[in-house]
């Protein structure tokens, strides 16, 4: 809850994601303790591909970062003080003495190396460090490598943990890596996430946005709307549509949104099975004054309100045909090797647009620039 209020799961989406678990056929495991832990880890997974969709390329990765570290605790490979430091690390300023700082480090990380010293396999650490200034410089400059041995392991073996928490103090800059490469080596390659890469966008004034994105990851279309909010100085309101209890939150920030001029973004829409009346109704009043703003009086919304859904392309969004073509649809790249994709699925929105048109009688020219 510290990243993120969004990131909160609601009890009745965590009901459903762990029957969705304990129904899924699994290999029939001799005992029971192992049984419990095959459970474990699909739940594991279940939450970080959960975690994937509402989480930003930078932060998802938090998430099997805890689990390894709670593993390793539980195992005794991690001592206590050696979390508190990962958990409260931050860049302290200590008094020092510039004659005494190598080239290759800087004054504030220098300083906080005090702090690593204060652990018993840290002991003389900075004395080594200045002794072996030449050693210790090549092994920061290169690309972290976990499972490559540091000068400081000539004089004491680390675990990987603690050659983690090396890097963390040494080059912070770097320590995204290194997190990756402690996650892969306890957790195994699938709680990795790669990051993509994405197009801007555009959003219509005069009717509410169905934005679909063709990567796993919605979250990457979100952060889109929010630089182009940015540029414009609105505020976004953001709720990620986990399960269908979130509907009733859902139409208060649109209510709320209509009377402040926010940007309302329903992400992750695809993973609503069912839209409540209430909202659909009130969806459609919206589009209903966007499209005739001068001829809405007495209802009318704020002149900066926008309303934006957002979507996966792998999935189907349960909305009403007749509520969709009142929407502006706008696709996101992530992957231009799924452009193919788009097309297909603007080549369905233009049906849906022109009643009775059949995809023979929609020029190939106007697919792609609709894609485009």
Sequence with gaps: NKLSPHYKFKLLDIMDLLGDVMTKPVHEALTTSAKVADYKKEIHMEVYQKLQLVMSAQEVGFFPLLLVMKDLLKKEKMEGKEFDLFLNHSVYQFPYYPDEIPTWITKSCWASLDLLEELPAFKGLKEHMQENQALYQEYFTLSPVLLEPSPWDDMTTLTLTQRALLWLFTRPADISKVFRDLVMYELG?????????????SLSDTAPSLIIADSEDPKDAVHDVYKLAACQSREVKVLCMLG????????HMIQQGVKYGYWVVLSHCHCIT???????ELMTDISEIMANRQESLPKKIHQSFKLVLVTAMSSEIHLPEDLMVRFSVRTHH???ASVPRVEQRAKRCLEVDIPGAGS???????VTVLSQ
Excluded at 189 to 201: A, D, G
Excluded at 360 to 366: L, M, R, T, Y
């Design 189 to 201: 390659s699938e709680m990795i996430r790669t990051s993509s890469l994405h197009l801007p966008l």
């Design 334 to 336: 992530c992957n231009p």
């Design 274 to 280: 069912e839209w409540s009346q209430t909202i659909l």
């Design 360 to 366: 023979d009688s929609i020029p190939d020219q106007v």
């Design 244 to 251: 269908d209890s979130m509907l009733d939150e859902a139409e």
